[in-house]
């Protein structure tokens, strides 16, 4: 196992390096250039190149991508954003434990609610309360986030006033959001353990238990959810290690001070330190999560901590 995970980190570092040389390129070959949008169309092109020059944007591609990525792995420097002149990790330090917050918040509740309710309608399968919970699912995945965002805040900010519409000071600030960001993935959950579920007791495994006299209960709790998981961590794994990127569309409703907004901004201006390493920083994170989630896999089975301990190979 432990070489599998220091395989996993070394096989990080090609996939940074990739990620970063595709966002510098776009943001290299995109129209417009920092001194341009920061001093303005009208200022005088000798000051607009003296700007472009001291941030080294009139340095040639490769030189200044090559400059960029030697910062990051000799002196682990993100670089200065263009617009506010301080260090790109203060930035993304003032931003990210408010995306970390709604990710954890938001991930937390959908996968009580999904998984939950998932288990139940697969129990009660084909039943009124089976047939409701999937509708409710389809409804709930198809309700775009910004608009369900608008409606949460239209009802519980502007008419019953009981919820800030934005901001993120205190944790109500953090429950509209959550909200918004939870329900489409609760509904992607509750489908997926379903179906999970109701493929998981059609094993032989589960009719031994049964023909055994081992209990229902015993029998969806202990042999079949457990099994049933997998595919579930993965999507809750995916889902959380996207939240991490900012969920744009909330943050963009409520005016939350996030990864999301920062990284959409920071396009905007042209800010490319700023975007590099935001996108660095959440990269990073994000591999880290489905490492943990393949982890996970060797708890929930055996099995697969078997072929990882014997280098992928199944034992015969």
Known sequence: MYKYVIKRLIYMIPVLLGVSFLVFAILSLTPGDPGTIILGITADPEDIAALNAEFGYDKPFLIRYFDYIGNVIF?????????????????????????????????????????TLGIISAVRQYTVLDQTLVVVALVFASIPGFWMGSMLMLLFSMKL?????????????????????????????LRLTRS??????????????????????????????????????????????????????????????GMGTLITTAIRQKDIPVVMGATLFL???????????????????????AKYENGGRSRE
């Open 196 to 257: 999970a579920m109701l493929e998981t007791v059609r094993q032989e495994y589960i009719r031994t238990a049964k023909a055994k006299g081992a209990s229902k209960k015993r029998i969806i709790w202990k042999h079949a959810l457990r099994n049933a998981m997998l595919p579930v961590v993965t999507t809750l794994g995916t889902s959380f290690g996207a939240s991490l990127g900012g969920a744009i569309i909330a943050e963009t409703v409520f005016a939350m001070p």
């Open 75 to 115: 002196h682990f420097d993100l670089g200065t954003s263009y617009q506010s002149r301080q260090p790109v990790i203060d930035d993304i330090m003032a931003r990210f434990p408010n995306t970390l917050l709604l990710a954890v918040l938001s991930m937390s509740a959908a996968s009580i609610i999904g998984i």
């Open 161 to 189: 006033g009981i919820l800030p519409s934005y901001g993120a000071d205190t944790l109500k600030h953090f429950i509209l959001p959550t909200i918004t960001v939870c329900m489409t993935s609760a509904a992607g959950l």
């Open 283 to 305: 990269a990073v994170l994000f591999s880290l999560v489905i490492l943990i989630v393949d982890i996970l896999y060797a708890w929930i089975d055996p099995r697969i901590k």
